[in-house]
Protein backbone atom coordinates (compact mmCIF):
# COMPACT_ATOMS: atom_id res chain seq x y z
CA UNK A 1 0.00 0.00 0.00
CA UNK A 2 1.42 3.41 -1.14
CA UNK A 3 1.70 6.03 1.20
CA UNK A 4 -0.89 7.89 -0.17
CA UNK A 5 -3.28 5.50 0.38
CA UNK A 6 -1.91 4.33 4.10
CA UNK A 7 -2.82 8.00 4.89
CA UNK A 8 -6.67 7.44 3.53
CA UNK A 9 -7.27 3.95 5.20
CA UNK A 10 -5.83 5.60 8.58
CA UNK A 11 -8.01 8.42 8.42
CA UNK A 12 -10.89 6.03 7.48
CA UNK A 13 -9.94 3.85 10.16
CA UNK A 14 -9.86 6.56 12.89
CA UNK A 15 -13.32 7.51 11.70
CA UNK A 16 -14.41 4.03 11.84
CA UNK A 17 -13.13 3.20 15.52
CA UNK A 18 -15.16 6.49 16.28
CA UNK A 19 -18.08 4.79 15.17
CA UNK A 20 -17.49 1.98 16.63
CA UNK A 21 -16.60 3.07 20.19
CA UNK A 22 -19.95 5.88 20.40
CA UNK A 23 -22.31 2.31 19.69
CA UNK A 24 -20.61 1.11 22.84
CA UNK A 25 -20.04 3.95 24.87
CA UNK A 26 -21.25 6.66 27.50
CA UNK A 27 -22.92 9.75 26.59
CA UNK A 28 -19.82 11.82 27.65
CA UNK A 29 -17.60 9.81 25.17
CA UNK A 30 -20.11 10.30 22.69
CA UNK A 31 -19.97 14.02 23.10
CA UNK A 32 -16.15 13.94 23.40
CA UNK A 33 -15.36 12.07 20.45
CA UNK A 34 -18.21 14.13 18.15
CA UNK A 35 -15.83 17.19 19.59
CA UNK A 36 -12.90 15.08 17.94
CA UNK A 37 -14.51 15.25 14.77
CA UNK A 38 -14.98 18.54 14.90
CA UNK A 39 -11.78 19.43 15.64
CA UNK A 40 -10.37 17.26 13.15
CA UNK A 41 -12.06 19.17 10.72
CA UNK A 42 -11.00 22.31 11.68
CA UNK A 43 -7.60 21.64 12.58
CA UNK A 44 -7.10 19.58 8.73
CA UNK A 45 -7.89 22.96 7.33
CA UNK A 46 -5.50 24.87 9.53
CA UNK A 47 -3.10 21.72 8.54
CA UNK A 48 -3.42 22.37 5.04
CA UNK A 49 -2.94 26.47 5.02
CA UNK A 50 -0.09 26.09 7.60
CA UNK A 51 1.49 22.24 7.22
CA UNK A 52 1.16 21.78 3.24
CA UNK A 53 1.54 25.48 2.42
CA UNK A 54 3.58 26.70 4.98
CA UNK A 55 1.37 30.01 5.40
CA UNK A 56 0.62 30.83 9.11
CA UNK A 57 -2.64 31.45 10.42
CA UNK A 58 -4.34 32.25 13.41
CA UNK A 59 -7.22 32.87 12.31
CA UNK A 60 -8.74 29.59 12.16
CA UNK A 61 -11.07 30.28 15.36
CA UNK A 62 -12.76 32.59 13.68
CA UNK A 63 -13.67 30.77 11.01
CA UNK A 64 -15.04 28.29 12.84
CA UNK A 65 -16.83 31.14 14.75
CA UNK A 66 -18.14 32.14 11.43
CA UNK A 67 -19.13 28.70 10.37
CA UNK A 68 -21.16 28.40 14.06
CA UNK A 69 -22.94 31.53 13.88
CA UNK A 70 -23.81 30.85 10.14
CA UNK A 71 -25.93 28.08 11.31
CA UNK A 72 -26.95 29.17 14.78
CA UNK A 73 -28.66 31.75 12.97
CA UNK A 74 -30.52 30.28 10.00
CA UNK A 75 -31.78 27.28 11.44
CA UNK A 76 -34.46 29.14 13.15
CA UNK A 77 -35.61 30.51 9.99
CA UNK A 78 -36.17 26.87 8.22
CA UNK A 79 -33.13 26.62 6.86
CA UNK A 80 -31.79 23.04 6.40
CA UNK A 81 -28.51 21.94 8.02
CA UNK A 82 -26.73 21.12 4.60
CA UNK A 83 -27.40 24.27 3.32
CA UNK A 84 -26.58 26.58 6.37
CA UNK A 85 -23.64 24.15 6.46
CA UNK A 86 -22.48 25.05 2.65
CA UNK A 87 -23.47 28.73 2.99
CA UNK A 88 -20.82 29.04 6.36
CA UNK A 89 -17.67 26.88 4.37
CA UNK A 90 -18.67 29.47 1.04
CA UNK A 91 -18.45 32.46 3.58
CA UNK A 92 -15.02 31.52 4.93
CA UNK A 93 -13.96 30.44 2.14
CA UNK A 94 -14.26 34.33 0.75
CA UNK A 95 -13.11 35.59 3.70
CA UNK A 96 -9.83 33.14 3.37
CA UNK A 97 -9.23 34.49 0.17
CA UNK A 98 -9.43 37.69 1.73
CA UNK A 99 -6.99 37.05 4.31
CA UNK A 100 -4.83 35.57 1.73
CA UNK A 101 -4.09 39.00 0.29
CA UNK A 102 -1.83 40.66 3.07
CA UNK A 103 -0.37 37.17 2.47
CA UNK A 104 0.80 37.68 -0.76
CA UNK A 105 3.18 40.71 1.01
CA UNK A 106 4.11 39.80 4.25
CA UNK A 107 5.64 36.20 5.72
CA UNK A 108 6.21 34.55 8.75
CA UNK A 109 5.11 36.31 12.30
CA UNK A 110 3.97 39.49 10.04
CA UNK A 111 1.53 37.50 8.89
CA UNK A 112 0.80 35.28 12.39
CA UNK A 113 -0.20 39.27 12.78
CA UNK A 114 -2.42 40.35 10.03
CA UNK A 115 -4.22 36.97 10.94
CA UNK A 116 -4.15 37.87 14.71
CA UNK A 117 -6.39 41.23 13.44
CA UNK A 118 -8.58 39.34 11.55
CA UNK A 119 -9.20 36.35 14.79
CA UNK A 120 -9.89 39.93 17.09
CA UNK A 121 -11.92 41.57 14.68
CA UNK A 122 -14.07 38.46 14.43
CA UNK A 123 -14.49 38.20 17.92
CA UNK A 124 -15.14 41.41 18.59
CA UNK A 125 -17.69 41.38 15.66
CA UNK A 126 -19.12 38.33 18.01
CA UNK A 127 -19.10 39.91 20.83
CA UNK A 128 -20.84 42.99 19.88
CA UNK A 129 -23.24 42.85 17.01
CA UNK A 130 -25.53 41.66 19.43
CA UNK A 131 -28.46 42.18 17.13
CA UNK A 132 -27.48 39.63 14.36
CA UNK A 133 -25.20 37.00 17.03
CA UNK A 134 -26.90 37.68 20.11
CA UNK A 135 -23.68 39.43 22.03
CA UNK A 136 -21.87 37.60 25.13
CA UNK A 137 -25.67 36.25 25.85
CA UNK A 138 -25.12 33.92 22.25
CA UNK A 139 -27.55 32.10 20.37
CA UNK A 140 -29.43 28.62 22.35
CA UNK A 141 -31.63 25.91 21.37
CA UNK A 142 -29.81 25.27 18.50
CA UNK A 143 -31.23 22.13 17.08
CA UNK A 144 -30.11 19.34 15.56
CA UNK A 145 -31.09 17.95 11.87
CA UNK A 146 -33.91 15.79 11.87
CA UNK A 147 -32.38 12.13 12.45
CA UNK A 148 -29.76 13.79 14.44
CA UNK A 149 -31.03 14.36 17.60
CA UNK A 150 -29.52 12.29 20.04
CA UNK A 151 -26.28 12.58 20.98
CA UNK A 152 -25.17 8.67 19.61
CA UNK A 153 -26.87 10.18 16.25
CA UNK A 154 -25.40 13.51 15.93
CA UNK A 155 -21.99 11.98 16.52
CA UNK A 156 -22.36 9.65 13.23
CA UNK A 157 -23.46 12.98 11.41
CA UNK A 158 -20.29 14.61 12.22
CA UNK A 159 -18.19 11.32 11.72
CA UNK A 160 -19.70 11.41 8.55
CA UNK A 161 -18.81 14.96 7.33
CA UNK A 162 -15.21 13.73 9.31
CA UNK A 163 -14.62 11.27 6.72
CA UNK A 164 -15.92 13.37 3.58
CA UNK A 165 -13.65 15.88 4.49
CA UNK A 166 -10.81 13.45 4.66
CA UNK A 167 -11.40 11.86 1.20
CA UNK A 168 -11.48 15.52 0.08
CA UNK A 169 -8.65 16.83 1.57
CA UNK A 170 -6.41 13.08 0.70
CA UNK A 171 -7.75 13.80 -2.77
CA UNK A 172 -6.74 17.50 -3.00
CA UNK A 173 -2.90 17.01 -1.51
CA UNK A 174 -2.53 13.98 -3.49
CA UNK A 175 -3.25 15.92 -6.60
CA UNK A 176 -1.06 18.44 -8.41
CA UNK A 177 -2.67 21.29 -5.84
CA UNK A 178 -1.17 19.59 -3.36
CA UNK A 179 2.50 19.45 -4.64
CA UNK A 180 1.99 22.82 -5.62
CA UNK A 181 1.21 23.65 -1.69
CA UNK A 182 4.32 21.63 -1.27
CA UNK A 183 6.08 23.55 -3.67
CA UNK A 184 4.65 27.70 -2.11
CA UNK A 185 5.91 25.97 1.70
CA UNK A 186 9.61 25.16 0.65
CA UNK A 187 10.38 27.11 -2.14
CA UNK A 188 8.44 29.90 -3.51
CA UNK A 189 10.61 31.23 -5.53
CA UNK A 190 11.63 27.98 -7.53
CA UNK A 191 8.02 27.41 -7.44
CA UNK A 192 7.21 30.34 -9.17
CA UNK A 193 9.70 29.62 -11.88
CA UNK A 194 8.32 26.60 -12.37
CA UNK A 195 5.29 28.32 -13.52
CA UNK A 196 3.42 27.75 -10.02
CA UNK A 197 1.21 30.82 -9.96
CA UNK A 198 2.21 31.78 -6.08
CA UNK A 199 -0.58 34.14 -5.62
CA UNK A 200 -3.53 31.83 -7.01
CA UNK A 201 -2.44 29.34 -4.74
CA UNK A 202 -1.72 31.28 -1.80
CA UNK A 203 -5.24 32.43 -1.81
CA UNK A 204 -6.49 28.98 -2.47
CA UNK A 205 -4.45 27.30 0.55
CA UNK A 206 -5.94 30.06 2.97
CA UNK A 207 -9.70 29.96 1.37
CA UNK A 208 -9.82 26.16 1.83
CA UNK A 209 -8.15 25.97 4.82
CA UNK A 210 -10.86 28.53 6.16
CA UNK A 211 -13.84 26.70 3.87
CA UNK A 212 -13.09 23.83 6.50
CA UNK A 213 -12.89 25.63 9.74
CA UNK A 214 -16.43 26.70 8.50
CA UNK A 215 -17.54 23.85 8.10
CA UNK A 216 -15.95 22.60 11.79
CA UNK A 217 -17.85 25.70 13.14
CA UNK A 218 -21.34 24.99 11.59
CA UNK A 219 -21.20 21.22 12.88
CA UNK A 220 -20.25 22.56 16.61
CA UNK A 221 -23.01 24.63 17.01
CA UNK A 222 -25.56 22.14 16.73
CA UNK A 223 -23.18 20.09 19.07
CA UNK A 224 -22.88 22.11 21.82
CA UNK A 225 -26.67 23.61 20.59
CA UNK A 226 -25.63 27.28 22.33
CA UNK A 227 -23.21 29.40 20.84
CA UNK A 228 -21.72 33.06 22.31
CA UNK A 229 -18.40 34.26 21.44
CA UNK A 230 -15.61 32.65 24.20
CA UNK A 231 -15.26 29.68 22.33
CA UNK A 232 -13.81 31.39 19.02
CA UNK A 233 -11.58 33.59 20.92
CA UNK A 234 -7.55 33.56 20.17
CA UNK A 235 -7.72 30.38 22.79
CA UNK A 236 -9.08 28.03 20.13
CA UNK A 237 -6.91 29.12 17.20
CA UNK A 238 -4.00 28.33 19.52
CA UNK A 239 -5.26 24.87 20.73
CA UNK A 240 -5.99 24.13 16.72
CA UNK A 241 -2.20 25.51 16.32
CA UNK A 242 -1.19 23.23 18.63
CA UNK A 243 -3.53 20.25 17.23
CA UNK A 244 -1.41 20.08 13.87
CA UNK A 245 1.94 21.10 15.17
CA UNK A 246 1.37 18.63 17.89
CA UNK A 247 -0.27 15.55 15.42
CA UNK A 248 2.64 16.92 12.80
CA UNK A 249 2.40 19.54 10.99
CA UNK A 250 2.70 18.90 7.02
CA UNK A 251 1.05 15.13 7.66
CA UNK A 252 -1.98 14.05 6.90
CA UNK A 253 -2.63 12.55 9.98
CA UNK A 254 -1.30 15.02 12.25
CA UNK A 255 -4.58 16.68 12.99
CA UNK A 256 -6.53 13.31 13.74
CA UNK A 257 -3.59 12.41 16.51
CA UNK A 258 -3.33 16.30 17.37
CA UNK A 259 -7.25 16.66 17.94
CA UNK A 260 -7.67 13.13 19.63
CA UNK A 261 -4.71 14.62 22.21
CA UNK A 262 -6.23 18.04 22.36
CA UNK A 263 -9.80 16.53 23.47
CA UNK A 264 -8.55 13.32 25.57
CA UNK A 265 -5.56 15.12 27.64
CA UNK A 266 -7.86 17.46 29.37
CA UNK A 267 -9.76 14.16 30.81
CA UNK A 268 -6.54 12.32 31.52
CA UNK A 269 -4.92 15.31 33.28
CA UNK A 270 -8.23 16.28 35.06
CA UNK A 271 -6.77 14.45 38.56
CA UNK A 272 -4.35 17.60 37.91
CA UNK A 273 -6.70 20.03 38.62
CA UNK A 274 -5.17 23.77 37.80
CA UNK A 275 -1.89 22.21 36.75
CA UNK A 276 -3.24 20.61 33.48
CA UNK A 277 -2.56 23.56 31.35
CA UNK A 278 1.14 23.75 32.74
CA UNK A 279 1.80 19.63 32.24
CA UNK A 280 -0.13 20.29 29.05
CA UNK A 281 2.47 22.61 28.21
CA UNK A 282 5.56 20.92 29.18
CA UNK A 283 4.25 17.35 27.43
CA UNK A 284 4.09 19.51 24.34
CA UNK A 285 7.50 21.09 24.93
CA UNK A 286 8.95 18.14 25.29
CA UNK A 287 7.23 16.52 22.19
CA UNK A 288 8.46 19.43 19.62
CA UNK A 289 12.47 19.07 21.15
CA UNK A 290 12.61 15.19 20.87
CA UNK A 291 10.10 14.71 18.09
CA UNK A 292 9.73 17.99 16.20
CA UNK A 293 7.52 16.24 13.33
CA UNK A 294 4.97 15.58 15.97
CA UNK A 295 3.03 12.38 16.93
CA UNK A 296 2.82 11.36 13.47
CA UNK A 297 7.06 11.54 13.10
CA UNK A 298 7.30 9.85 16.10
CA UNK A 299 5.07 6.69 14.63
CA UNK A 300 7.34 6.82 11.67
CA UNK A 301 10.62 7.05 13.79
CA UNK A 302 9.27 3.64 15.56
CA UNK A 303 8.16 1.64 12.56
CA UNK A 304 11.22 2.45 10.75
CA UNK A 305 12.79 1.06 13.76
CA UNK A 306 10.72 -1.59 13.56
CA UNK A 307 11.80 -2.68 9.95
CA UNK A 308 15.45 -2.19 10.67
CA UNK A 309 15.41 -4.64 13.47
CA UNK A 310 13.83 -7.21 11.54
CA UNK B 1 15.26 36.46 -38.12
CA UNK B 2 13.75 37.23 -34.84
CA UNK B 3 16.06 36.26 -31.96
CA UNK B 4 14.74 34.08 -29.17
CA UNK B 5 16.00 36.43 -26.26
CA UNK B 6 17.37 39.98 -26.66
CA UNK B 7 17.99 42.31 -23.79
CA UNK B 8 18.10 46.51 -24.98
CA UNK B 9 20.43 48.71 -22.88
CA UNK B 10 19.39 46.96 -19.29
CA UNK B 11 20.10 48.34 -16.27
CA UNK B 12 19.58 47.35 -12.49
CA UNK B 13 20.76 50.11 -9.64
CA UNK B 14 20.40 49.00 -6.11
CA UNK B 15 20.93 52.24 -4.44
CA UNK B 16 24.36 53.81 -6.29
CA UNK B 17 25.80 49.78 -6.98
CA UNK B 18 25.14 49.91 -10.81
CA UNK B 19 24.84 45.78 -11.16
CA UNK B 20 23.50 46.08 -14.29
CA UNK B 21 24.26 49.28 -16.47
CA UNK B 22 23.16 49.20 -19.96
CA UNK B 23 24.00 45.24 -20.85
CA UNK B 24 22.47 44.57 -24.31
CA UNK B 25 23.03 41.46 -26.32
CA UNK B 26 20.43 38.58 -28.64
CA UNK B 27 20.58 34.85 -28.57
CA UNK B 28 19.01 33.24 -31.72
CA UNK B 29 17.17 29.78 -31.79
CA UNK B 30 19.34 27.13 -31.04
CA UNK B 31 22.40 29.03 -29.72
CA UNK B 32 23.85 27.86 -26.86
CA UNK B 33 25.47 31.22 -24.98
CA UNK B 34 28.01 31.23 -22.56
CA UNK B 35 27.72 34.37 -19.41
CA UNK B 36 31.34 34.56 -17.78
CA UNK B 37 32.50 37.55 -15.62
CA UNK B 38 34.44 37.64 -12.08
CA UNK B 39 32.57 37.26 -9.20
CA UNK B 40 30.26 40.46 -8.35
CA UNK B 41 30.23 41.55 -12.01
CA UNK B 42 26.25 41.05 -12.51
CA UNK B 43 25.68 38.24 -13.91
CA UNK B 44 23.08 36.59 -12.10
CA UNK B 45 21.49 40.14 -11.27
CA UNK B 46 21.37 40.18 -14.94
CA UNK B 47 19.88 36.39 -15.23
CA UNK B 48 17.00 37.82 -12.30
CA UNK B 49 16.25 40.51 -14.85
CA UNK B 50 15.77 38.65 -17.68
CA UNK B 51 13.65 36.32 -16.04
CA UNK B 52 11.45 38.70 -14.27
CA UNK B 53 12.79 37.63 -10.23
CA UNK B 54 13.79 41.68 -10.53
CA UNK B 55 12.20 44.33 -12.43
CA UNK B 56 15.08 46.56 -14.36
CA UNK B 57 15.33 49.87 -13.48
CA UNK B 58 15.66 50.42 -16.86
CA UNK B 59 15.55 48.55 -20.38
CA UNK B 60 14.04 46.34 -22.52
CA UNK B 61 14.03 42.21 -22.13
CA UNK B 62 12.45 41.03 -25.36
CA UNK B 63 11.20 37.32 -25.42
CA UNK B 64 10.73 36.46 -29.87
CA UNK B 65 10.56 40.02 -30.29
CA UNK B 66 7.36 40.86 -27.49
CA UNK B 67 8.34 42.97 -24.93
CA UNK B 68 8.53 40.37 -21.52
CA UNK B 69 10.27 43.56 -19.17
CA UNK B 70 9.19 42.64 -15.54
CA UNK B 71 6.79 39.69 -16.31
CA UNK B 72 6.23 37.61 -13.66
CA UNK B 73 8.52 34.39 -13.48
CA UNK B 74 5.42 32.03 -13.79
CA UNK B 75 4.18 33.69 -16.79
CA UNK B 76 7.49 33.60 -18.45
CA UNK B 77 7.85 30.16 -17.96
CA UNK B 78 4.25 29.18 -19.36
CA UNK B 79 6.10 31.45 -22.85
CA UNK B 80 8.86 28.35 -22.71
CA UNK B 81 11.20 30.14 -20.54
CA UNK B 82 12.94 27.85 -17.70
CA UNK B 83 15.61 28.62 -15.60
CA UNK B 84 17.73 27.47 -12.38
CA UNK B 85 19.42 28.73 -9.70
CA UNK B 86 23.00 29.54 -8.42
CA UNK B 87 22.08 27.73 -5.05
CA UNK B 88 20.51 24.64 -5.30
CA UNK B 89 16.68 24.65 -5.36
CA UNK B 90 15.27 21.39 -5.44
CA UNK B 91 12.37 20.82 -2.59
CA UNK B 92 13.60 18.43 -0.35
CA UNK B 93 10.56 16.62 0.91
CA UNK B 94 9.04 15.65 -2.28
CA UNK B 95 10.93 12.69 -4.26
CA UNK B 96 12.87 13.13 -7.15
CA UNK B 97 10.29 12.23 -9.51
CA UNK B 98 7.48 14.33 -7.45
CA UNK B 99 10.52 17.53 -8.52
CA UNK B 100 10.09 16.52 -11.83
CA UNK B 101 6.08 16.34 -12.04
CA UNK B 102 5.59 19.19 -10.15
CA UNK B 103 8.48 21.36 -12.64
CA UNK B 104 6.27 20.17 -15.51
CA UNK B 105 2.36 19.89 -14.33
CA UNK B 106 1.78 23.52 -14.43
CA UNK B 107 1.85 23.10 -17.86
CA UNK B 108 -0.77 20.33 -18.52
CA UNK B 109 -4.28 21.59 -18.91
CA UNK B 110 -6.33 24.07 -16.37
CA UNK B 111 -5.60 24.33 -13.06
CA UNK B 112 -9.09 22.59 -12.10
CA UNK B 113 -8.78 19.88 -14.49
CA UNK B 114 -5.54 18.91 -12.74
CA UNK B 115 -7.59 18.79 -9.17
CA UNK B 116 -9.94 16.32 -10.69
CA UNK B 117 -7.49 14.71 -12.84
CA UNK B 118 -4.64 11.84 -12.24
CA UNK B 119 -2.53 12.86 -9.13
CA UNK B 120 0.50 12.71 -11.46
CA UNK B 121 -0.89 14.70 -14.07
CA UNK B 122 0.04 12.34 -16.50
CA UNK B 123 3.58 12.80 -16.40
CA UNK B 124 4.96 10.27 -14.96
CA UNK B 125 6.47 8.27 -17.84
CA UNK B 126 7.87 12.41 -19.03
CA UNK B 127 9.91 12.14 -14.98
CA UNK B 128 11.03 8.84 -16.27
CA UNK B 129 12.26 9.95 -19.39
CA UNK B 130 14.02 12.79 -17.81
CA UNK B 131 15.36 10.44 -14.88
CA UNK B 132 16.60 7.99 -17.71
CA UNK B 133 18.12 10.85 -19.57
CA UNK B 134 20.19 12.32 -16.45
CA UNK B 135 21.04 9.01 -14.93
CA UNK B 136 18.77 9.41 -11.68
CA UNK B 137 16.44 6.48 -12.64
CA UNK B 138 17.96 4.73 -9.77
CA UNK B 139 17.26 7.59 -6.71
CA UNK B 140 13.54 8.39 -8.03
CA UNK B 141 11.72 7.58 -5.37
CA UNK B 142 14.01 9.24 -3.04
CA UNK B 143 13.75 12.54 -1.30
CA UNK B 144 15.34 15.33 -3.13
CA UNK B 145 16.62 16.52 0.18
CA UNK B 146 18.73 13.26 0.59
CA UNK B 147 20.09 13.50 -2.29
CA UNK B 148 23.85 13.89 -3.14
CA UNK B 149 24.67 17.44 -4.03
CA UNK B 150 25.78 16.31 -7.25
CA UNK B 151 22.56 14.89 -7.83
CA UNK B 152 21.14 17.41 -6.61
CA UNK B 153 22.07 19.62 -9.33
CA UNK B 154 21.62 17.03 -12.06
CA UNK B 155 17.73 17.09 -10.50
CA UNK B 156 17.60 20.73 -10.94
CA UNK B 157 18.64 20.79 -14.62
CA UNK B 158 16.31 18.17 -15.38
CA UNK B 159 13.40 20.24 -13.47
CA UNK B 160 14.20 23.16 -15.60
CA UNK B 161 13.58 20.68 -18.95
CA UNK B 162 10.55 19.27 -17.86
CA UNK B 163 8.04 21.09 -19.51
CA UNK B 164 9.96 21.33 -22.74
CA UNK B 165 11.36 24.79 -22.12
CA UNK B 166 12.40 26.76 -25.90
CA UNK B 167 14.89 28.74 -23.87
CA UNK B 168 16.59 27.83 -20.89
CA UNK B 169 18.93 29.82 -18.23
CA UNK B 170 21.13 27.85 -16.28
CA UNK B 171 23.15 30.00 -13.65
CA UNK B 172 26.18 27.85 -12.73
CA UNK B 173 25.14 24.54 -13.26
CA UNK B 174 28.49 22.98 -13.01
CA UNK B 175 29.14 24.37 -9.86
CA UNK B 176 29.96 21.94 -6.91
CA UNK B 177 29.69 19.09 -9.58
CA UNK B 178 32.66 16.39 -9.99
CA UNK B 179 34.13 15.63 -12.61
CA UNK B 180 32.57 12.67 -13.66
CA UNK B 181 29.34 13.81 -13.69
CA UNK B 182 30.44 16.92 -15.38
CA UNK B 183 31.38 15.49 -18.33
CA UNK B 184 27.77 13.52 -18.53
CA UNK B 185 26.38 16.46 -17.54
CA UNK B 186 27.55 18.15 -20.61
CA UNK B 187 26.58 15.38 -22.90
CA UNK B 188 22.99 15.85 -21.77
CA UNK B 189 23.06 19.28 -22.22
CA UNK B 190 24.15 19.30 -25.82
CA UNK B 191 21.30 16.12 -26.27
CA UNK B 192 18.37 18.61 -24.96
CA UNK B 193 19.90 21.70 -27.16
CA UNK B 194 20.07 19.27 -30.50
CA UNK B 195 17.68 16.91 -30.21
CA UNK B 196 15.03 19.00 -28.18
CA UNK B 197 15.94 22.34 -30.35
CA UNK B 198 16.41 24.24 -26.85
CA UNK B 199 17.98 27.35 -26.67
CA UNK B 200 20.62 27.71 -23.66
CA UNK B 201 22.43 30.89 -21.58
CA UNK B 202 24.68 29.50 -19.40
CA UNK B 203 26.68 31.57 -16.32
CA UNK B 204 29.91 29.60 -15.73
CA UNK B 205 33.02 30.16 -13.85
CA UNK B 206 34.46 26.78 -15.21
CA UNK B 207 35.69 27.76 -18.22
CA UNK B 208 36.78 24.11 -19.77
CA UNK B 209 33.00 23.91 -19.07
CA UNK B 210 31.91 26.95 -20.94
CA UNK B 211 34.15 26.31 -24.15
CA UNK B 212 33.33 23.14 -24.44
CA UNK B 213 29.59 23.59 -24.52
CA UNK B 214 28.79 27.39 -25.67
CA UNK B 215 28.80 28.18 -29.20
CA UNK B 216 29.27 32.01 -28.56
CA UNK B 217 30.55 33.63 -25.14
CA UNK B 218 29.59 37.00 -23.44
CA UNK B 219 31.81 38.54 -20.52
CA UNK B 220 30.11 40.52 -18.38
CA UNK B 221 32.60 43.04 -16.30
CA UNK B 222 30.95 45.71 -13.91
CA UNK B 223 27.78 45.15 -15.02
CA UNK B 224 28.81 45.89 -18.82
CA UNK B 225 29.37 43.46 -21.71
CA UNK B 226 32.97 43.52 -22.26
CA UNK B 227 33.17 40.91 -24.93
CA UNK B 228 30.64 39.27 -27.12
CA UNK B 229 32.03 36.40 -29.85
CA UNK B 230 33.45 32.85 -30.19
CA UNK B 231 34.64 31.02 -26.93
CA UNK B 232 38.15 31.27 -27.87
CA UNK B 233 38.17 34.46 -29.06
CA UNK B 234 36.29 35.82 -25.94
CA UNK B 235 38.76 33.55 -23.67
CA UNK B 236 41.78 35.65 -25.28
CA UNK B 237 40.83 38.96 -25.80
CA UNK B 238 42.66 41.36 -23.38
CA UNK B 239 40.04 43.17 -21.33
CA UNK B 240 38.63 39.60 -20.79
CA UNK B 241 41.84 38.70 -19.16
CA UNK B 242 42.33 42.18 -17.19
CA UNK B 243 38.92 41.52 -15.98
CA UNK B 244 39.41 38.43 -14.42
CA UNK B 245 43.45 38.85 -13.61
CA UNK B 246 43.20 42.42 -12.59
CA UNK B 247 44.71 46.00 -13.81
Not at chain 1, 78 to 100: E, I, K, N, R
Not at chain 1, 224 to 253: D, K, N, R, W
Not at chain 2, 178 to 206: D, K, Y
Amino acid sequence: MSRDHANLAGALGLVAAAAVLGLLTSPYIVYLLSLWAVYTVAATGLNLTLGYAGQISLAQASFVGVGAYTTAILLPHGWPFGATLALGALLCFALGVLLGFPALRVQGHYLAFVTLALATIAFLVFRNEAWITGGIYGIDHIRRPAGFTSGRGYLFLCLIVLALVSFGAWWLLRSPWGRAFIALRENPVRAASLGVVVRDYTLLAFAIGAALGGVAGALFAPLVQYIEPTPFALTLSFSLLLMVVVGGSGSFLGPYLGALVAVLLPEWLRFLKDYYLVTYGTAVILLLIFFPDGLVGLAERVLARGRTVK
Amino acid sequence: MTPVLEARDLHRHFGGVRAVNGVSFQVGEGEILGVIGPNGSGKSTLFNCLLGQLVPSAGTVLLDGQDVTGMAPAVLNRRGVSRTFQLLQVFPQLSARENLILAGQEHVGSRLARLFGRPDAGLTAAANRMLELFQLTHIADLAAGGLSYGQQKLLDAAMAFMAGPRLVLLDEPAGGVNLTLLGSFRERLRAMNTEAGATFVVIEHNMDFVMSLCTRVICIAEGKVIADGAPEAVRNNADVIEAYLGH
